[in-house]
């Protein structure tokens, strides 16, 4: 994808984490400004408020594990649409903290959260078509779509976001080995 000073689009989505990954993908500061200088424009990211990405995207981040029938269809969405797809943090890359649900039946957890948990006093299920229903278990996103970049962490090193992106937009094969595949 070697830069030519055309515009490359890049689009995340965050499904099932914390948000930390794009907090560390902010964590690149002015770096970001040396992106959009290089022709990076941000076609569609939680942070623009325009959540689905336009066709043609150059690369996708896709942060978090996927949960529910809706994120499966944003993630296939994603892969249909970009290029290259990235796999961001440690819920993207293996499932992380969110597959911890997958020890328990949907219907035991429902019944702890919705009717059990003292801190719901309604104890009814919400039940509605606009929510989305929990898959009968959470899948790491290479679980759902080919993957070609990972990029594990919790969170992510700002500095090994920024490498992989800036090499992909240099037309460049990011490799993540040795001092750049730390874990901390």
Known sequence: ?????????????????CSGCHMSFLDMDERLIDLIKKGVVFS????????????????GIIEGSVA?????????????????????????????IPTMRNYYKIDELSKRVYHEAESNANKHYPNSKDISKLLPRVKAVNEVIKVDYYIPGCPPNADIIFYILNELIEGREPKLENEKLTYE
């Open 1 to 17: 994808m070697k830069n030519t000073k055309k515009e490359i689009k890049i689009s995340t989505i965050w499904c099932e984490g």
């Open 44 to 59: 569609a990211s939680p942070f623009t408020d325009l959540k689905i990405p336009e066709d043609d995207v150059d690369i």
């Open 68 to 96: 529910t029938d809706t994120q499966e269809e944003e993630v296939k969405m994603m892969r249909e649409k970009c290029k290259i797809i990235i796999a961001i943090g440690d819920c993207a890359v293996f499932g992380g």
